[in-house]
């Protein structure tokens, strides 16, 4: 077995999209956007139904990677995450890739399924669950929950613009190359990233990483 942070993925309203075959061809094309910022030890796959599974070494990358899936995926698509933490296995393997199972994914199923009740009981902007290895203590996992709520209402309330300006911010890009592809000035980049959170945001991840 191995510790890692297994992400299992599934589509929000998902019977209600117009054409369900080129939304998940968005969504793997998303995530290989993703793939260049923070690299998964697996990389994303289609299970059953519209749910899709991933893998990364650590938790502070399976947050980085979720946050920017959401910033990047295109007006229409929204997509909920349950983040495991812990010990997985591969019980055998397959023409399409290893069956796998474990403490981590266990916890990453329960996330999504916590993720799924909240959003319909007064949370409606919450995408987001994590449940952490059990030998983290209780501080660790309620940094981590109220993170993803916190981060989570941030991005639902940013316009499309915003969310491509984050996106790009946490891919490293500079103020400059963000003004020049969205035809506006540093000096407005600057304050949008501060008026609608994005730099809220990156600090956040930030700080997670070090701490």
Request: proline residues 3%.
């Amino acid at each position: 077995m191995v510790v890692a942070s297994p992400v299992i993925i599934d589509v929000v309203d998902s019977r209600k999209l117009p054409d369900r075959v080129q939304a998940h061809q968005m969504i793997l094309e998303t995530f290989t956007r993703v793939d260049e910022a923070v690299f998964p030890t697996r990389k994303i796959w289609a299970t059953v139904g519209d749910e899709f599974q991933v893998v990364y070494a650590t938790l502070n990358e399976a947050l980085k990677a979720s946050a920017l899936a959401r910033l990047l995926l295109p007006e229409g698509i929204d997509l909920r995450y349950g983040i495991g933490k812990g010990e997985i296995r591969t019980i055998t393997e397959t023409d399409s890739g290893p069956i796998d199972d474990g403490p981590g994914w266990y916890r990453a199923r329960d996330a999504l399924d916590h993720a799924t009740d909240l959003q319909g009981r007064g949370h409606p902007w919450l995408r987001t669950w994590a449940i952490i290895d059990s030998t983290q203590n209780h501080m660790n996992q309620s940094i981590t929950q109220a993170h993803l709520t916190t981060r989570d209402h941030l991005i639902w309330r940013m316009t499309t613009r915003e969310r491509r300006i984050t996106a790009a911010w946490l891919e490293g890009k500079t103020q400059q190359e963000i003004a020049r592809a969205e035809k506006m000035s540093q000096a407005a980049i600057s304050q949008r990233l501060v008026t609608c959170g994005g730099r809220a945001l990156a600090h956040a991840l930030t700080a997670l990483q070090e701490g």
